[in-house]
């Protein structure tokens, strides 16, 4: 079969049913539009099948389970979240009259793809709007590619029956960070090298420093400044976690006269790469985050029911589920007020007070532009932070909105106090 | 010694160092005033010392050892969280250049209080500014007087060293429903009674029933429209949880010429009962909540401080250690959406898929009224929902913000989008 054989016709087609092209699917079907997914996989993607969320399943089964050297319980655990959430977006996408066409796609032409949807057995599509949603792929470490074995990305890992006596993990990354606190949890003697000088390098400092205690705190030997290469031989198992790439491997994307960098896709703000092609999710610039996806998705799913919709997210949070949790949102350099945890009667009946609240703020107008915390409950807590800064919220408008007692939420309003120079339960910065 | 002896001019005279009151002394103090504080105990009052901190205190413990009958490890760590606490208010106060005064004070005069601070000792003080914080006391229930041992209320059922075998509760407010929820974790046989006809009558209905609902999963008998007093007889132990009322005990407040109602001070928005006279706190109309205590004291250390503060509170949240966490904000009667916590990737792999996101909007506006939660950490999550109250947000406005995943805060923004009946994650209630 060739290109120009029996195609059929779709009003809008997506590449990709991760948390961009599902979500994507669903809304624009939601906006009248008659949407074809495909997808080679199971939908949910990197994100749900083998990224957040058995990563953080596994971080909070290592929490409760400390010392448990044999992960069978937790795979069995896992594939019955898996399998109910992936159950659950099938459902929501066949109520929605999203058609579902398993295989994989490349472009045939500039209106056209085709998708092998068995053995020697292919179909032809003719979109009127395309979206390309097919994400990204985990980066190897130079000299020392995944075997599949020992070596491994954080995927296969997330998929072991046991935990390994020794583990290297190779990397700096939230990835690296919670595989590296998970493990040395469940007894692994982990460690965790990077050539960058901090974990977590495009974090705040102040977080990179906490990331670092806590997974020393655990028992991890972290290595900074050093070469990754170098721990890979003597680890029972190796972990590299070395970033993402996108992933627009065989999609022909010259068939239909589209472009790629080396970053992913450059979008404009309504998704669209051409008038008719959009791109969401990984596959395009920017942070691989499953929440920037589905912002993404929404986004696109509301510009292919016409609406006038656009992508305007001045806040990306990011969290990592590591000891403690930790979340960031926003700028990381200007004025800034740091609450230590331990002024919190919430934190103290804890046992938790290691962590803080920083806020980074605009001293002319108060302004709050960015936020980084740790803390138990961090990954919740970095919530009102961000729709502070979503909101254009002062320092002020945090101070004195009524933070209910005793919660780690008070830390903002507290934090904020202290930026505006009169603590209540630490002593003022400038006394 | 009788009025009229010698007397030492203070500047602002505090009466009770709780929440409010130490809150007020440091803000004062920050603003230029002379703070002279008077307490009869401990600083920190009730929350601090016998409220919610022992009470959230032993609701985290009785998670973390369900069964746990002996309560000895509980009260030594309670009494070490609370002398840490009590300490840090103390040394903040001092810091702060606050004197504290130990002792019961009583109003002889307009401008005159008498404090006795030993046997047979008394010290007169002439204030220029005087606020009253003397807090509040935990009523009784008719015909079964607290008897100090087996009939207790809240403050002394948190000082037990045992577990009983049975344990009657007569309450439906948030502290009754903490305590039986954390008896029944440590094994108490729990019954929880009520006149009313639903537990937390004065939260969302949704959120008694979540109460409900979660603790009878724990076993304990709820009685609702029965007569509390029904239960006293059969029970080990009985705790009896009725409200409490304003403690002006003593204050003689008639000799400066001041008036209290039933439900305590009607102050105005400057916490001024008269143009040197303040009250703050429980003392207050209003809920006896920590946090509106706090926000008082600051407005109160504010105005005495000649700045333009107010209290402009629009929303107070609330809530409740229980199971799940119970949280309630604003507004529970207008157009709602509920989005079910099963629709969260976050609460899946938690396996606590039980409760729920409610938001209450304005249909025209789409302007967040009220939000009522039950999840895993739903006391922070209300934190955010606050702010939203506070500033005007719209339901839009939590929609276009980017919500971490996976995280429970990412129920705010389901929820918002099942509002605007575009759901993602559920299927739309007008389908």
Known sequence: MVAGDKSDPVDVLILGGGPAGYVCAIRAAQNGRQVTLVERGRVGGVCLN?????????????????GCRDL????????????KLVGGVSSLLKAAGVAIIQGSAWFVGQTRVCVEVGEESVRYFDFKD????TGS??????????DGERVVGPREALAWMSVPETLAIAGDDYIAVELAVAFARLGSR???TSAADRLLPDFDPDLSAAADRGARSLGVEVALAANPASIVEDAERVIVSGGRRPNVDGLHLSAAGIAVGVEGFRVDRQMRLDRHVFAIGDVTEGLPLAHRSTMQGRVAGDVLGGKPAAMDVRALPRVVYAEPELAGVGATEGDSAKLPLAALGRAVIDGSTAGFVKLVFDKGSGVITGAHIAAPRATDLIGE????IEMGATLEDVALTAHAHPTFAEGALEAAELALGRPIHVRSLRR
């Not at 932070?385 to 502070?388: E, G």
């Open 130 to 133: 395309v979206v390309i949603a």
């Open 190 to 192: 982990v460690t965790l």
């Open 137 to 146: 792929l985990a980066l190897p470490m130079d000299g020392h590619p995944f």
């Open 50 to 66: 083998e990224g957040c969320i058995p990563s953080k399943h596994l971080a909070l089964f290592a929490a409760a389970h400390p």
């Open 72 to 83: 069978a319980e937790f795979q069995t655990s896992r594939t019955a979240a898996v399998d």
């Open 385 to 388: 932070m961000t729709l502070a």
